[in-house]
C-alpha cells in the first residue's frame, strides 16, 4: 500500500480556502485518493474520492495531477466547525485485500 | 449514506475481564469489515480485517489471542478484548467497506467505542 505524508497541523480563520496537500509517491495504477474527517471521539467521515484530475462534491474539491503522486484537498470557505483531524489514504478496492492504512493526518485549526 | 453503528460506545471494565464490542452495518451487506484502535493525539491504527465466514486477518503485532474478531454475518462482526488490562483502554473503531467491486468506492466507520480498563 502507499505510504502518504501530510503536513502535521494547519491554521486558517473563518471564510478562507484550505488546500492540504497530500503526497503518494509510491501509488499504484489501481489505487484510489480518499479523503476522510475527524472529530475528536467520534469515528471518520468521508470527504471526497478520486483517481484523477479534479473531484468535487458539495463538501470540498480534490485536485491530482497527471503523475498521481500527490492530490490536494480543497476546502471552500471553512467555518470553526471545520476544525478536525483530516486524513489522505491511498488504496485500492477489490475482493482480494481492500485496506485502508491510515497516516498521521492533517490537524486543521481554523480560527475566528 | 449507509450507516455503521457500534455498541457500546463506552464501557469501563475492571482489569482482568472480557469486553464484547458489535459493529453493524444498518443498511447494507458487508462482507469485509474492518478494526482500529486509536490512542488520544494519534492515527487510527488498523488491527485486523474481519471476512465473513471465515478468520480474520491481523495487522503485525496484533495479538489475534487478545482481540477476538468473529464476523458471524454480512451485517455483524464483534471484537472481544480478552482480559483486558489497563493498556487495552483505547478507543476502538470499525468500518465496513459496501460490495466487493474493484472499484475502491467508500469505507463507512462506526462511531467508536471507548474502552477504560480500571
Known amino acids: 500500500l502507499a505510504k502518504t505524508t501530510q503536513p502535521i497541523s494547519m491554521d486558517s480563520y473563518e471564510g478562507q480556502e484550505v488546500n492540504i496537500t497530500c503526497s503518494h509517491n509510491?501509488?499504484?495504477?489501481?489505487?484510489?485518493i480518499t479523503w476522510y474527517q475527524q472529530f475528536p471521539s467520534q469515528g471518520p467521515r468521508f470527504i471526497i474520492q478520486?483517481?484523477?484530475t479534479k473531484v468535487t462534491n458539495e463538501v470540498a474539491s480534490l485536485f491530482i495531477p497527471a503523475d498521481r503522486k500527490s492530490s490536494t484537498l480543497s476546502l471552500p470557505r471553512v467555518s470553526l466547525s471545520d476544525t478536525a483531524v483530516y486524513y489522505c489514504?491511498?488504496?485500492?478496492?477489490?475482493?482480494?485485500?481492500?485496506?485502508?492504512?491510515f497516516g498521521a493526518g492533517t490537524r486543521l485549526f481554523v480560527k475566528a | 449514506g449507509a450507516v455503521v453503528s457500534q455498541h457500546p460506545s463506552w464501557v469501563i471494565c475492571k482489569s482482568g475481564t472480557s469486553v464484547k464490542i458489535e459493529c453493524r452495518s444498518l443498511d447494507f451487506q458487508a462482507t469485509t469489515m474492518f478494526w482500529y484502535r486509536q490512542f488520544p493525539k494519534q492515527s487510527l491504527m488498523l488491527m485486523a480485517t474481519?471476512?465473513?465466514?471465515?478468520?480474520?486477518?491481523?495487522e503485525q503485532g496484533v495479538e489475534k489471542d487478545k482481540f477476538l474478531i468473529n464476523h458471524a454475518s454480512l451485517t455483524l462482526s464483534t471484537l472481544t478484548v480478552t482480559s483486558a488490562h489497563p493498556e487495552d483502554s483505547s478507543f476502538y473503531i470499525c468500518?465496513?467497506?459496501?460490495?466487493?467491486?474493484?472499484?475502491?468506492?467508500?469505507?463507512?466507520f462506526g462511531e467508536g467505542s471507548r474502552l477504560t480498563v480500571l
Open positions: 489514504l491511498v488504496g485500492v478496492g477489490n475482493t482480494g485485500g481492500f485496506k485502508t492504512i
Open positions: 509510491n501509488i499504484a495504477t489501481n489505487d484510489y
Open positions: 468500518s465496513a467497506k459496501e460490495g466487493t467491486g474493484v472499484f475502491a468506492g467508500e469505507l463507512f
Open positions: 478520486g483517481y484523477k
Open positions: 474481519s471476512n465473513e465466514g471465515s478468520k480474520a486477518t491481523y
